[in-house]
């Protein structure tokens, strides 16, 4: 059993976590946090997102910055918007009861590039980013990189697979005078090792964290038995059943997705659809929107869905299981947030019970037939 207190987490980053329902330690947690507090040389960690990785970098980043000075001290990259939002939103939140206060600054692709140059002349000490995006800025000269201590690389692989490759090497030639490079990927092919080779040292402490280990909240997993031709009516009739209550439904192909919309939409359900073919300012619309409850439930693909984090979901459907098995964490973590309970509930055809068990299996479930 061990506590944050016991992995050295200061008392008042531990009462901002608790407040997002942020109890006890995951594995990563346990593993990571004592060694970047103390230590906090170079770290590869192979975990997922729904590991709680987040916290096992973010809180002993938070510890390692001097808030008496105003310059860029951490620097964490992600792939993705969504992602670099989350993060730096998560950051904000652990420092609620902060007496130092730290400033945190998103600046990722998509955004008003003339506000982040603005936001900037604050006094910043982390900056959350997408690569392309901080190397354009820094190209305005918006910011530096030169003060940078701590740089963080969150989903490495999807890094690469979208083809930031030079842009990260471009991020290690500026912030040279680093101390740590702490790096986060789901899986750890050649490509990361390489990665690994050009921006830390001989020997990085390694960790592995296995699917099984996914944060274990308060999540309901259930299956219901229904043919391609009866998923409308089955949603519609479980929508209409929840009254206030909020949820996503998730389809694996945009063209379902739309479908799907249109359909419940037909029924009068108050339905959004967030798909790969919207622009990223319709996406915008449709998040907010959802967020502000103008539509009681969104239907979503997996990649739009990316990095979506509203609270207060009580519901899932996964209207086909997810081709990857990590999707399907990804998916239902949705749900059951900040201490909540949520159901998660997959429809599948009778034919799919064995994807059922394999999940279960996988990911350490277990699953109620509905
Ligand atoms: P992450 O893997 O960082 O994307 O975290 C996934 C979700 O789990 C986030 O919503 C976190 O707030 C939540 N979370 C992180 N650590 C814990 C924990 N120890 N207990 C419960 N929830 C957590």
């Given amino acids: 059993m061990h506590a944050f207190k016991e992995l050295g987490v ?19 947690q346990v593993k990571a946090i004592p060694f970047l507090m103390n230590d906090g040389s170079d770290f590869i960690a192979q975990a997922q997102t729904g590991t709680g990785k987040t916290a096992a970098f973010g809180l002993p980043l938070l510890t390692k910055i001097n808030s008496k000075s105003e310059d860029i001290q951490g620097l964490v990259i992600a792939p993705t918007r969504e992602l670099a939002k989350q993060i730096g939103k998560q950051l904000f939140r652990f420092t609620k009861y902060s007496e130092q206060k730290i400033f945190v600054e998103v600046l990722s692709g998509g955004d008003n590039i003339d506000r982040q140059v603005k936001s900037l002349q604050r006094p910043t000490q982390i900056v959350v980013a997408t ?37 990260l090497k471009q991020i290690f030639g500026l912030t040279r005078q680093r101390g740590s490079t702490w790096l986060f990927s789901a899986t750890i092919p050649n490509a990361i090792h390489e990665l690994a080779r050009d921006c830390m040292g001989e020997s990085p402490h390694i960790l592995r964290i296995d699917k099984a280990h996914v944060v274990n909240r308060d999540i309901d997993h259930q299956f219901a038995i229904c043919t391609r031709d009866d998923k409308t009516d089955f949603i ?23 479908t799907l919309g249109k359909q419940l939409t037909k029924r009068e359900f108050p339905v959004g659809v967030l798909q790969g073919d919207l622009t990223q300012k319709e996406r915008d619309t ?56 949520g159901l ?22 277990s699953f109620d037939h509905r």
């Avoid at 008392?11 to 990563?28: V, Y």
């Avoid at 929840?242 to 379902?256: A, W």
């Avoid at 997959?346 to 479930?365: N, S, V």
């Fill in 10 to 28: 200061p008392a008042d980053l531990i009462q901002g976590i608790n407040e997002l329902g942020i109890l006890k330690p995951t594995e990563i």
């Fill in 236 to 258: 519609a009739k479980f929508l209409k059943a929840r009254k206030q209550e909020r949820g996503l439904i998730f389809c694996r192909t945009k063209e379902g997705a739309i």
């Fill in 286 to 341: 449709v998040m907010r929107s959802f967020k502000k409850g103008r539509f009681q439930f969104l239907i979503a693909t997996d990649i739009a869905a990316r990095g979506i984090d509203v609270e207060g979901l009580s519901f899932v459907i996964h209207h086909q299981l997810p081709e990857q098995t990590e999707y399907y964490t990804h998916r239902s973590g949705r749900t059951a947030r900040a201490g909540r309970s």
């Fill in 344 to 365: 998660s509930l997959a429809l599948i055809d009778p034919r799919e019970r064995k994807k059922i068990a394999r999940l279960e299996k996988e990911l350490g479930l």
């Fill in 131 to 167: 690569p392309g995006r901080l190397l354009d800025l820094i190209k305005r000269k918006a910011l530096t990189l030169t003060s940078v201590r701590h740089l963080i690389l969150d989903e490495a692989d999807e890094m690469l697979s979208m083809g930031f490759r030079k842009e």
